[in-house]
């Protein structure tokens, strides 16, 4: 349907241009628009002339001022009076510099010249003692030159900072500094009534009421005093020496500063202020800390003899409670400073960083140079600071997620740009200027024992105060530091090392937490109490100030008993260690005694103690002080576990008792559990990282010598643990997304798979190679023309040479499947086809030539278990390298197919191939007569030097010694009492890792090409051997003959059958070894039982004519029994004797040939 037409309207009759009535609607709206900017833009025009009008009238008037006020002041009579100094000299004087210099931003030589002038003349009139002379007698005369005295002054002040904040300290005239001196010091007098000469007493009290409201006033932000000052101090780049401060104390540069700061302390040190003055206080003190302590190297740019005045109790103290009280608004204030100086993806610390710094050092006078570096600034309130730089750190910790934030959505922005080089702050630029410190080095002192003994003598000072119910109303017990300030106070220390200590992290800080006397014991009572309540606390749970070195007389006993102990034993280590605790030997003894009642099997029975109820949830399931503490004593214990050994762990018992160790085990378990089976924000990242890390300390410990129940480490996943194929499935598509997963987003599997019992962790293997295979075939590996079914020609005196030449060369292709035939070594092929059963007796044929200790490649470590280790002479063999690699593909194929190996690696290169460092402690499983030896050193109570040691090794190999240092010119360092303990675990790290890593990085790279690192993760050292060798050595005959299948005419009843299994019960373990190796071309039985023996095991029936009379002596069966190795197959005769039937199969195992023999 067409559309009416639209009316048409003529304004000028028919022969005007008709127009819609829309289009003249909007014309008419666009003449009016026009009319009304036309308007405005004449009225605009009109201001814009006024202005500028009464801006040159005012800048005639102020420069015929000026000059007027020049010829008055060459003219002046030599004796003012303060009213003629206050009318004649200031008021054209305020006048004319506040408009041509103080408004334009700028100063010229004229104005230079008549502030000199007009200053000079102030400050001769302030050191007068004429009352009617001196300027400042204004401020307690008559009401009305109080105001005028006021006003003036504050314009002064103003024009003082003014000068100040202009002032270039290093692109200077010589005008420029008298002009700012003078500045400073008719400041500083004005603020200051002691200065002034005409001050009697009885108006003493007005000139301190005067003085205080000009003190409050330059207090007030309208002042701008402490955005002047900022402005001067960030221009200092180098502070003046100490010597030349103390040698030329009278010069202008020096007094600029001392007045500048001067300045900024005026408001601190107002006495007698009424309870109406606060807020100006605190307007104050905020400006401070938002203009002041936000400066870089803000103490460090002043001379040093002005620093103690910052660090002043009457400084710090009003500052730290102001902060308390108006954070918020100090956090918002820096945050605008850090916008407005810095954009928004700048990599420069943020201001609240300097603020943190600053507050450090001032509090901890930390000057290198200074004789008192090692102690609090001096009437420091403990609380108040620990609370102020706890929230100092949250919010810089805060700042620098949000800076990790924004370089992670740049990355997904722009993802083809290198963004490796803004990933981390610009930390080389936090370094200072004028000397070789850098930003961390402001928070040294937080590494140092003195800080943290000072800071828990404050909490046990406090503790008493509770006990002796002191007075409340005891001001140095107002307010009381507890462990969990502390506590917070060194978490967030640790943090900030991890995130801006590139290349140490918070290994400083740790050294010293982990060896603080009584201080890990005492974190974890009080996370005991929290965790479990309502447990009974043992003898050793007392407090730690009881025991150790701050406890008064106990700790002359504890320290008296533990060097009589010394005495019996040499064992100066042990004495560290009970340093560390805070335990007294009375202790452990009783907890040797308690501990030594007990048992393993017991403590089996109460698996439900090892899920701890609170930690269900995970991290966000517990408050903020349990969190806390689980994250500084994590931290710190898990680095002091890699320096205890054997004897103190489990002999001596220290820091805790084994039942406490077992409680910490399961506390972590439970916590790492949860954590990693939620989807936890990353603020817990820490936290968890740390529980990760003390959680796998424990663990291994205890593969290496058990002392928690298995239960233990099952608990937390007994109720939610996912099925088998889902947590295998979940893995891989973490991995695959991610590459490897990470402890936050990462899978349990990978993280901490003791959660799940040994047997479903190897169905979790065998499930991850399925689903590589599935893969391989949907990707067309398997039917690829390069991938078919590999064939090999073995020969049976050169089985390693022929498979290293036929196969190493393939790498992952050897997945694929291997078909093999043999060749006597008469030379002639074997009979028989391969369908499985000679590619399983091939590889375990390989791998018993290649790891006999006649190789040389492998030989057996010195412990009674025999384990392989490899050999270090391998390295000078030819292709010594690359047949090590070889065997490594040759263990994953076996891996990748399910077959056993017969032999079993020391537990030291399992841990290489899982990627994971050896401690001293392991090497007694690799060479117990050097560790005897190491020990010895170790404890050794004499003088080391006598033993004439040095940091070498030697190595002989092929008949030649080979010298080796263990450290850069290690020859000619000889071990002494203070390196001895570097000596020892020098010489274990190179034993247990250097002199090991290029033979297990060969053999791991070997391994891999078949079997992923993520899949051996899966399992700890023992569990490796198992899953390579089987189980026991022995078969369990009931399993095999549950498991077993009848061919041929044969079922479970028939008489053959009968008498095979009593023979084959009756074997030694080895013979029935032998057999399943005869049948199945592997000595071992499957992992989880021969149910999955694929094929099922099976007795085939090979009919003989024989009488009847063989069952009672007559002439039984001749023929040997055989095998079909690659159907798992015994092919047996129809024996009528059992002893015919041993002899036949004792013959045939012990042969060494399958097919032949039928």
Sequence with gaps: MNEPPKTQVSLRGASAKEITRDALLEKVNQERELRNYTRRANAAALFVQRVWRRHYEIKMVALRLQQEWEIKMTNRASNLTRMQMSGQVLRPFLFFTSYLSVRCGKMGDRDRSCMIDCFRIVLESITLKDARQNFCSMATDSTEERKIWFHQSKKLISLCLFILSVFDFFNKGTQDVVLTSLAMRLAILLTDPKGWNCIVDD??????????????????????????????????????????????????????????????????????????????????????????????????????????????ESVLSPCFKIFLISREKIFEETSEITQSMLPLNSRKMPQISWALSNIVYLATACDINSPESGKFAAGLDYALYLHVVILLADNLLASL???????????????????????????GETTCGFSKLSYMDHFMPVCKQWHLKKLLDSERDACLYEINKMPSGNPDYSRKVELLDIAFYYSCMLRLFSTLNPVLKSLPLLNMLSFAPGFVLSLWEQLEKSLFPGKNQSASSKSVYANSKYGGNADIISERRQKKFIRDTGNKWVNV??????????????????????????????????????????????????????????????????????????????????????????????????????????????????????????????????????????????????????????????????????????????????VFPFEERVKMFREFISMDKVSRRLTGEVTGPGSRTIEIVIRRD???????????????????????????????????????????????????????????????ASTSDRLLIPNTTARYLDNGIQMIEFLGRIAGKALYEGILLDYCFSHVFVQKLLGRYSFLDELSTLDPELYKNLTYVKNYDGDVEELALDFTVTEESLGKRHIIELKPGGKDICVTNENKLQYVHAMADFKLNR???????????????????????????????????????????????????????????????????????????????????FVTSCSRAPLLGFKHLQPAFTIHKVVCDVPLLATFGGQDVDRLPSASTCYNTLKLPTYKRLSTLRAKLLYAINSNTGFELS
């Design 401 to 427: 997620e949000n800076f990790s934030l924004i370089i992670r959505q740049n990355e997904e922005i722009q993802p083809d740009k290198d963004t490796s080089a803004e990933s981390d702050l610009l930390l």
């Design 798 to 860: 050169h089985i390693f040479e022929d498979g290293l030449r036929q196969l190493n060369s393939l790498g992952s292709k050897l997945k694929s499947a291997i078909h093999v035939s043999f060749v006597s070594e008469a030379g002639l092929p074997e009979a028989g086809l391969d369908y499985g059963g000679l590619s399983k007796e091939f590889l375990t044929d390989v791998s018993k030539s290649a790891f006999s200790p006649e190789y040389g490649l492998f030989s057996q």
């Design 995 to 1077: 002199q090991m890593l290029p033979f297990s990085n060969a053999f791991y790279r070997g391994l891999t090409d078949l079997i992923s690192p993520s899949w051996l993760k899966l399992f700890n050292a023992s569990e490796f051997n198992q899953l390579l060798s089987g189980g026991n050595h022995d078969i369990d005959v009931d399993d095999l003959r549950k498991n077993t299948k009848y061919t041929g005419g044969y079922s479970e009843g028939s008489r053959t059958v009968k008498i095979f299994w009593e023979a084959f019960a009756g074997f030694e373990p080895r013979e029935r070894c032998m057999l399943l190796k």
């Design 203 to 312: 108006n003493r009290k007005d000139a301190l009421t005067a003085v205080k409201s000009l003190v409050l006033f330059i207090g007030s932000k309208k002042s701008g005093l402490y955005d002047c000052i900022r402005k001067f101090i960030c221009k200092l780049e180098a502070p003046l020496s100490s010597l030349e401060v103390y040698h030329r104390q009278t010069d202008d540069r020096f007094l600029i500063i001392a007045s500048a700061v001067t300045l900024s302390l005026r408001p601190f040190h107002i006495t007698n202020m009424d309870e109406n003055d606060n807020g100006i206080l605190e307007c104050a003190v905020t400006q401070y800390c938002v203009s002041m302590m936000t400066i870089p190297w803000f103490p460090q740019r002043l001379p040093t003899i002005l620093v103690p005045a910052l660090r002043h």
């Design 577 to 754: 260690l009970h340093k560390i605790t805070g335990k007294t030997l009375a202790e452990n003894d009783h907890a040797n005694t308690v501990n030594g009642q007990s048992n393993i099997s017991q403590i089996e029975e109460r698996p439900d103690e090892w899920d701890v109820e609170l930690l269900r949830q995970g991290p966000g399931g517990i408050s903020k002080d349990i969190s806390c503490l689980l994250h500084l004593f994590c931290s710190s214990y898990s680095h002091l576990l890699l320096v205890l050994d054997d004897i103190e762990f489990y002999d001596k018992q220290v820091p805790f008792a084994l039942e406490k160790q077992r409680r910490i085990a399961s506390t972590v378990n439970t916590l790492v559990y949860n954590s990693l089976s939620r989807n936890i924000s990353s603020q817990y990242r820490p936290l968890v990282d740390s529980a990760i890390r003390c959680l796998h300390l424990l663990y291994e410990r205890d593969c290496r010598h058990r002392f928690c129940p298995p239960s233990l480490w099952l608990s937390p996943g007994k109720i939610n643990r996912l099925p088998i194929a889902v947590a295998a499935r979940t893995h891989e598509v973490l991995s695959a997304a991610d590459g490897a997963p990470s402890s936050m987003m990462g899978s349990v599997v990978t993280t901490m798979p003791h």
